[in-house]
């Protein structure tokens, strides 16, 4: 079936603008995740969610982002209030189960200025 | 999870076999050893994983030392569409996160 896709593929917004980063992975798979990567840099673990467990926010860098989850679907990445520092690229991956292989995204491409 | 070691960045030349090094000396008997791709401006893209017997598949040999404190990531006949980052990623069977590092730039030349 079809991969993980992203929405939007690119976004520009102003410094203080909330902004939310839409993610669709692949069906039946229960484990999603959220990773940034900065320019030049390596990814960087935010947020996963298996199944109806309690989703694991442990490397969500401050309180103006979150993420949601519909069941195993579609996930919502939030960033309020955003700053210069959170441009990055936000990738999703998905997998069948925690902790075994992963598919990416594409990722979402946001520019604060 | 253990981490992991690579170079920062190897060539190769186009058509020859490129061989990704990973040093894990901290992984424990659980931990599977993941490798991972991302050309750019691309998400990164699933390679190979193993255990503890060498694997292979149609993109990539995975080479694991008996005692699993390093691997080797072997391309058998590198393309200009091998150039990208490769990351190496230890992880166990019950983990939820996969923690990249920034990976072997892998520069292949015509």
């Known amino acids: 079936g079809a991969g993980v896709s992203q929405s939007p593929s690119n976004k520009v917004t102003e410094k203080g603008k909330d902004v939310e980063l839409r993610c669709d992975p692949i069906?039946?798979?229960?484990?999603l995740y959220w990773y940034r990567q900065r320019l030049g840099q390596g990814l960087e673990f935010l947020i996963y969610f298996q199944g109806n467990s309690a989703p694991d926010k442990s490397g969500l860098p401050s309180d103006r982002f979150s993420a949601e989850r519909t069941g195993e679907s579609v996930s919502t990445l939030t960033i309020q209030r955003t700053q210069q520092e959170d441009s990055a690229v936000y990738l999703c991956a998905s997998s069948r189960g925690g902790g075994i292989t992963q598919y990416f995204g594409p990722g979402t491409r946001l520019l604060v200025l | 999870d253990a981490k992991t070691t690579q170079p920062t960045s190897m060539d190769c030349a186009e058509g020859r076999a490129a061989n990704l090094p990973c040093n894990h000396s901290t992984i424990s008997g659980n931990e599977y050893v993941y490798w991972y791709r991302q050309i750019h401006s691309q998400g990164p893209q699933y390679i190979i994983h193993g255990l503890k017997n060498n694997e292979t598949n149609e993109m990539a040999s995975l080479i694991i030392t008996e005692d699993r404190k390093s691997s080797t990531l072997i391309l058998p006949h590198a393309t200009l569409r091998d150039t990208a980052v490769y990351y190496c990623?230890?992880?166990?069977?019950?983990?939820?996160?996969?923690?990249f590092g920034t990976g072997t730039s892998l520069t292949v030349i015509p």
């Open positions: 069906s039946g798979h229960t484990a």
């Open positions: 990623i230890v992880i166990s069977n019950t983990g939820n996160q996969f923690y």
